[in-house]
């Protein structure tokens, strides 16, 4: 999995409460298993007109936003079914931070698990995330997970909370397949003196 350290980069704002994974990556995409190329179609049902042409009103359509690597949302994000290719797809598109006021348990599980950062704030904090990320200007943020702190281009910083845990685990980047690999000695010990103790298992 991808370290997450610090990252600088566009911010769209997605004003928009109970974004759930159907509107992340509808059920037609769900077919594979694999983590890569789910980005083109994320937020389909948005992004593109039934004619499959581009809609120009989708945020991540314009041109300011094509590049974002942070989107700032409204309350209760990735509710709906448990299925992690929604955060496939927000990584594969180049999502790599999410911040809202609140966000449904098991989305925000998986987004540690694949190296997105979701960041909780206040509703007034989001608020004035989101008028950043509208100047077309300078949407940019800059986010330190270390120093645990959102900087804004005005110079003001916000400050954020996290488990202790899953941070070390993203600026490590240690998914639960990495954090099993880290105790492979004591595993490979374990089996050898099984095998010697215990032959017939």
């Avoid at 949302?73 to 509710?79: L, R, V």
């Avoid at 916000?158 to 600026?171: A, G, N, T, W």
Wanted: aromatic letters at 8%.
């Amino acid at each position: 999995m991808q370290k997450f350290d610090k990252l600088e980069g566009v911010a769209a704002p997605m004003d928009i409460i109970n974004i759930d994974t159907d509107m992340i990556i509808p059920k037609q995409f769900l077919k594979t298993i694999k983590r890569s190329g789910l980005g083109k179609s994320l937020f389909f049902e948005m992004r593109y007109t039934n004619d499959g042409d581009e809609n120009a009103d989708f945020i991540l359509n314009k041109p300011s936003y094509r590049s974002a690597q942070i989107l700032v949302a409204g309350d209760n994000f990735g509710c709906g079914s448990s299925r992690e290719h929604a955060p496939w797809a927000l990584l594969d598109y180049g999502i790599r931070c999410v911040i809202s006021t609140s966000f449904a348990d098991i989305f925000y599980n998986n987004c540690f698990k694949n190296g997105i950062l979701p960041i909780k704030v206040t509703p007034e904090q989001r608020d004035a995330l989101l008028a950043d990320a509208a100047d077309i200007e300078n949407p940019e943020l800059k986010i330190d997970l270390n120093l645990q702190k959102i900087s804004r281009p005005n110079g003001a910083t916000i400050s954020f909370e996290i488990d202790p845990f899953r941070k070390e685990c993203l600026l490590n980047g240690l998914d639960d397949i990495g954090l099993t690999l880290e105790k492979s000695e004591m595993i490979r010990s374990y089996e050898q003196k099984r095998s010697s103790s215990l032959p017939w298992l």
